[in-house]
């Protein structure tokens, strides 16, 4: 299409109407740009998801496209869900202006449907390709009905696949990284659309080629060859998994896409659909799609179709995932006018976040990117007004000093702000890698303040989460006696060496005279290969040689053993033994419980809620917050794999462990992703996590340390690239080859040049891969809006000196000089010491470590006087002893069934004493709860003192059925937890045969085409003196039928809730927030129109939990509503 006319409104004027800022000339020229294909470059914090909702405010404002006919793309749900927010309200207020129709079909807003012009549609890449796939996907074979497999459910298979496989005789890795290579092999064979079976031919050809070659090949191209005869023995497992996946029914991420784009090329009536569907298309982050991606979005939207694509070259992170910066850069010859010519191309050039020095030190990192790009990126510049921004540059002599001055510099930070009266700022360490965590988080609390570790990698290594991990590991395999010796070695238990040396003796003793049994280690090894017991029956004998530690435990020599040192266990350890062996029996009678369920266990085995609600000095809230994140963690394992096991959760966990980025539980196949890791900006905390989980935030204050040579940048001068890892395509294979160095060995005269031009390759890979870290580190500069400190060390842990990085000298520029005194644009000489004084110093420590040290003489007064207190209550002797003299109180610790047991007495000693039983409202409730609790306190009352078991009911299985096929249609996180699944609160029984029908009357209904704003949003709003938890869906599903009479009003409380917390978070008015059921057994959306509001909410709940109703408020109450 041609310019559009002059008599269309203005960017400006649009703006004006609805009370935004007046747009900069390069805003305007992007909003007001022809309907043709065009490309924006938007640097960092240049303001591209307003600039892109503008641009579809301007065309629906001057009649050039409806709002259902934009598409808008994006790669993680947080971002879908925010690009969507924005339009929805620009075109909200469009409306009110008279310059627009009403937003969503809903005639003002209010949801009572009606005559609109529809919403445009937002979704992550994944989502989208899904959706061709379901379309189009019997075009490539693909049976409807086939099941994603997110990332741990992928492990899980591809585990069982290398555990079943009998010839890796030529494979000299462990399984698990074999694990790792087939993943990764399967996944850049889907993003590059290549066969398995040509990757198998491309590597034989090419050993082939130069083995042929004269001469005596080189000792450097010998080992390559010997990689890729390796790596031709991992092609039949990738194999494998894709035959396993066909024959389950199920799809990967990578398959997702590379089917959809498949789909597309063959069928061009799929794009011809999409383009009418679709008059304009906007595709963020572009410098981090993958191949597949590429050719889905050409197939479908090329040849003139108004794209507009939207990235930052210097931001392209993610080309470990099969990403390229040089997809962006082929964009205008990808997406050409219809007339053929390249697209047009403008930019983005105003940081409206980060301040002076903060961006010039990053221009100065992204220098050399700018001269090796074929776009024209321009230097980003400050935003108007905006301040003038601190830089420091530091370096220490050794990491552990590097710590202690970030934490210093963070420390003044939140000092300041204290002092001043005012919140405090934003505060990020952002790290190349998570094993530079430890030192940093000690140092930072070491100074008092709150650190947040983001991220399953860094999860994993927080001592509470340490600590249930072990437990578990160690209930499940005999085997894990390294386990068993953290937590025999920790703060609770503390066995010193004498007693661990005893033990360890017994347990040979028990192995020499056949007392040990092979046949539970079986079960755990196993378990670990997600029940392939013929695939580890090899490793049987192996098992039941080990001195096994744990089951040593089960049977404990008598008092008067003594081991051939002549040492047995002392008195303090026998009842310590004692009680660990009691806590894995506790677990392994409780493995048949769901997974978090298990996880919940083994914290209060191992008496852990009580050692973080005693924590000194932090919230409990805070202190829980790492024990409650792991929990999630296996919730979403157990709904993501087919069988989850403890072993296979426990086997995925230690590949998570090893992996620098973790594993993804997320089913949009963007791991690593801080949307999908739960990272977000807080003022709370300071927060600690990698480089990559930071792209796409801001803090006011950053830290990155660890900036020397080798460690960030990571590369050297040269790097094997694909010849040296087995999970990498070759590059003459992937789909942006044009842009990554070429080996050319196909063409090589003889072995010497064959040996020349592998170290050539060498060398182009290292500089490829420093630009790689390159466009990492304009990533974590740009995260900083005020100050930003860079910092290295001479010393690390090894015994030679590391020279600061590179990327440290280049932002020096930008600091204003250092604490010491030199110069701008200098650093320090380096330290005259030639040996590392971190290793001259020598560290002592207490082992086992006492938790408590010199303040052991108080808290044991305190403990004494505690159980005084205590069996002064219970009628018991002064000092601590029981009734009758049976010795000291806490001589032993109490069986929880006696425990119980006296809890229920006391119980029916109360009841029968007479009077009313006060029930504390509890701290959490479900929304159904809270329906009962304002249909019938008293009932709720009942069930709150003595919960019992809810039966199983069809219509709750039809409801989880039916709720799960909505969660993968729109590619959601489970959207309800038991027992509120939908259908629980329905009558009438069930069938799953029912389920297609009800499936149906869904794709029928007005909500199928509809795109969510958010699913699952958690909030916190306050009601009536509670603070009520939601996640909110606004409409709610329903299998049954309508509810009706008096069930009708309980059931519109549930609503009522969701809709006042939605007001607040999205500050629209109360009344112009609906919300519905939808029944998908009658295809009807049932909208209550007598919703109580807040008022009508407090006073509900005021009376339902009057004291009539038998309701004490121990504690501050929280409802919690899902």
Same mark, same amino acid.
């Given at each position: 299409m041609s310019a559009p006319p002059a008599a269309l409104c203005s960017a400006a004027d649009v703006a004006a109407a609805l009370g935004q ?164 092999? =399967? ?23 130069v083995r042929d070659l004269p001469g005596k090949p080189v000792a450097a191209v010998r080992r390559a060859l010997a990689a890729l005869e ?42 011809? #659909? ?96 700018? =001269? ?9 510049? !400050? ?46 360490? &952002? ?24 991220? &399953? ?18 209930? #499940? ?122 996880? =919940? ?164 890979? %290292? ?146 004493? %007479? ?8 701290? #959490? ?33 039809? %409801? ?47 909500? !199928? ?6 699913v699952e949003v958690a909030l916190e709003t306050p009601l009536a003196g509670l603070v009520v938890r939601c996640r909110v869906d606004v ?73 009539? #109703? ?13």
């Amino acid at each position: 299409m041609s310019a559009p006319p002059a008599a269309l409104c203005s960017a400006a004027d649009v703006a004006a109407a609805l009370g935004q800022h007046r747009p900069t000339p390069e805003q305007a020229a992007v909003v007001e740009a022809p309907l043709a294909p065009l490309l924006v470059v938007a640097g960092a914090g240049s303001g591209k998801t307003e600039t892109m909702a503008a641009r579809v405010v301007w065309l629906v404002a001057n009649g050039l496209v409806a709002p259902d006919r934009v598409l808008g793309l994006t790669f993680t749900r947080r971002a879908a869900g925010e690009l969507a927010e924005r339009v929805r309200a620009r075109l909200t207020a469009l409306h009110r202006a008279g310059l627009g129709p009403p937003p969503g079909g809903a005639d003002g807003g209010d949801g009572a449907g009606g005559g609109g012009a529809g919403e445009p549609t937002v979704a992550t890449y994944h989502a989208y390709a899904a959706s061709v796939l379901a379309d189009h996907g019997l075009r490539v074979g693909l049976e409807p009905g086939a099941r994603l497999l997110g990332e741990a459910a992928a492990h899980q298979l591809a585990t069982e696949v290398v555990a079943g496989w009998d010839d890796l005789g030529g494979v000299t890795r462990s399984p698990a990284s074999v694990v790792d290579a087939v993943l990764s092999l =399967a996944a850049q064979c889907a993003e590059h659309l290549v066969d398995p079976r040509d990757l198998d031919a491309h590597l034989r050809d090419l050993a082939e080629r130069v083995r042929d070659l004269p001469g005596k090949p080189v000792a450097a191209v010998r080992r390559a060859l010997a990689a890729l005869e390796e790596r031709r023995l991992l092609v039949p497992l990738v194999e494998r998994y894709a035959e396993r996946k066909r024959e389950l029914e199920v799809l990967d991420h990578g398959d997702q896409v590379a089917l959809a784009a498949r789909a597309a090329v063959r069928a061009p009536e799929a794009g011809a #659909h999409e383009r009418a569907r679709f008059g304009v298309v906007l595709l963020d982050e572009h410098q981090d799609t993958s191949h597949a991606q590429l050719v889905l979005l050409r197939a479908l939207f090329g040849g003139g179709h108004p794209v507009t694509a939207v990235g930052d070259p210097h931001q392209a992170v993610y080309g470990w995932r099969g990403a390229s910066a040089g997809g962006l850069e082929a964009f205008p010859a990808h997406f050409p006018a219809p007339d053929g010519s390249p697209a047009r191309v403008l930019a983005l050039s105003t940081s409206w976040r980060n301040d002076v020095a903060v961006l010039d030190a990053a221009n100065r990192l992204a220098a050399p990117l700018r =001269a090796g790009s074929s776009l024209d990126v321009p230097l980003l510049a !400050a935003r108007p007004g905006a301040g003038p921004g601190r830089v420091a540059v530091r370096v220490a002599e050794t990491a552990a000093e590097e710590a202690e001055l970030v934490a210093d510099a963070v420390a003044r930070v939140w000092s300041e702000d204290a002092a001043a009266g005012r919140e405090h700022r934003s505060t990020a360490v &952002l790290c190349r890698r998570r094993s530079q965590f430890d030192l940093l988080e000690e140092a930072l609390r070491a100074r008092g303040l709150p650190v947040e570790v983001v991220g &399953l990698g860094g999860l994993l290594s927080r001592p509470e989460v340490v600590d249930v991990v072990a437990a578990l590991r160690a209930a #499940h395999d005999p085997g894990r006696g390294d386990a068993l010796l953290r937590l025999l070695t920790g703060a609770r238990w503390r066995l010193g060496p004498r007693d661990l040396a005893a033990l360890a003796a017994w347990a040979r003793e028990r192995r020499a005279t056949g007392a040990t049994s092979g046949g539970a280690g079986v079960a755990g090894v196993a378990g670990v290969a997600g029940g392939v017991a013929d695939a580890v029956a090899g490793g049987v004998a192996e098992l039941a040689e080990a001195a096994s530690l744990v089951e040593a435990l089960d049977a404990l020599p008598d008092p008067g053993w003594t081991g051939p040192g002549g040492h047995g266990l002392s008195d303090a350890a026998r009842p310590r033994l004692l009680e660990v062996a009691g806590v894995l029996r506790r677990l392994r009678a409780a493995s048949g419980l769901p997974l978090p369920d298990l996880v =919940a266990e083994a914290e209060r085995a191992l008496l852990l809620d009580v050692e973080l609600a005693a924590r000194p000095g932090v919230p409990a809230a805070a202190a829980r917050a790492h024990l409650e994140a792991f929990c999630d963690v296996a919730a979403s394992f157990a709904q993501a794999v087919d069988r989850p096991s403890l072993g296979a959760f426990l086997a995925w966990l230690a590949a998570a462990e090893t992996r620098e980025r973790g594993l993804a539980l997320a089913e949009d196949g963007e791991a690593d992703r801080s949307a999908e890791a739960g990272a977000t900006p807080s003022r709370t905390a300071v927060q600690l996590l990698t480089v990559h989980a930071a792209k796409g935030l801001e803090w006011d204050v950053v830290a990155v340390p660890g900036l020397v040579e080798k460690g960030f940048p990571a590369c050297g001068t040269t790097s094997s690239s694909w010849l040296g890892d087995p999970g990498s395509l070759p590059h003459a294979l992937r789909g942006d080859a044009a842009s990554l160095p070429v080996l050319g060995w196909e063409d090589a005269a003889d072995q010497g040049e064959a040996g020349r031009r592998h170290a050539a390759f060498l060398a182009a890979c %290292g500089e490829h891969e420093l630009a790689e870290e390159r466009r990492l580190a304009y990533v974590a500069a740009t995260r900083a809006r005020s100050r930003l400190l860079l910092t290295g060390a001479w010393w690390g842990a090894g015994s030679t000196r590391r020279e600061p990085s590179r990327f440290l000298r280049e932002a020096l520029g930008a600091a204003p000089g250092t604490t010491e005194g030199e110069p701008r644009g200098e650093l320090p000489d380096a330290p005259a010491e030639a040996d590392n004084p971190a290793l001259r110093t020598r560290r002592t420590a207490s082992w086992p470590a006492d938790p408590v040290a010199d303040r052991r003489p108080v808290l044991e007064a305190a403990a004494t006087a505690v159980r005084a207190a205590a069996a002064a209550l219970d009628g018991a002797a002064p000092g601590g002893a029981a009734p009758g003299g049976a010795g000291p109180v806490a001589s032993a610790p109490a069986s929880p069934w006696s425990l119980e047991v006296d809890q229920l007495l006391a119980e029916r000693a109360a009841v029968r004493a %007479g009077g009313p039983a006060a029930v504390p409202l509890p701290a #959490h409730l479900s929304a159904s709860r809270l329906v009962q609790l304002a249909h019938d306190p008293e009932a709720f009352a009942l069930a709150v003192r003595r919960p019992l078991p809810v039966e199983p009911r069809a219509a709750t299985r039809r %409801g989880t059925r039916f709720h799960a096929w909505l969660e993968q249609r729109f590619r959601a996180e489970a959207l309800v937890d038991l027992p509120d699944v939908p259908g629980a609160d329905e009558d009438e029984p069930a069938d799953d045969a029912d389920l297609p029908r009800l499936q149906e009357a869904f794709l029928a209904s007005e909500w !199928a085409e509809r795109t969510p704003v958010a699913v699952e949003v958690a909030l916190e709003t306050p009601l009536a003196g509670l603070v009520v938890r939601c996640r909110v869906d606004v409409v709610d599903w329903k299998t049954g039928p309508p509810p009706t009479g008096q069930r009708a009003r309980a059931a519109a409380v549930q609503l009522a809730v969701y809709r006042l917390a939605w007001s607040r978070l999205s500050g629209l008015p109360l009344e112009r927030v609906g919300a519905a059921f939808f029944s998908a057994s009658t295809g009807r959306t049932v909208r209550p129109v007598d919703l109580l509001d807040e008022a009508g909410l407090e006073a509900l709940v005021a009376q339902a939990s009057a004291p009539s #109703h038998d309701m004490t408020r121990a504690f501050r109450p929280v409802l919690e509503c899902r």
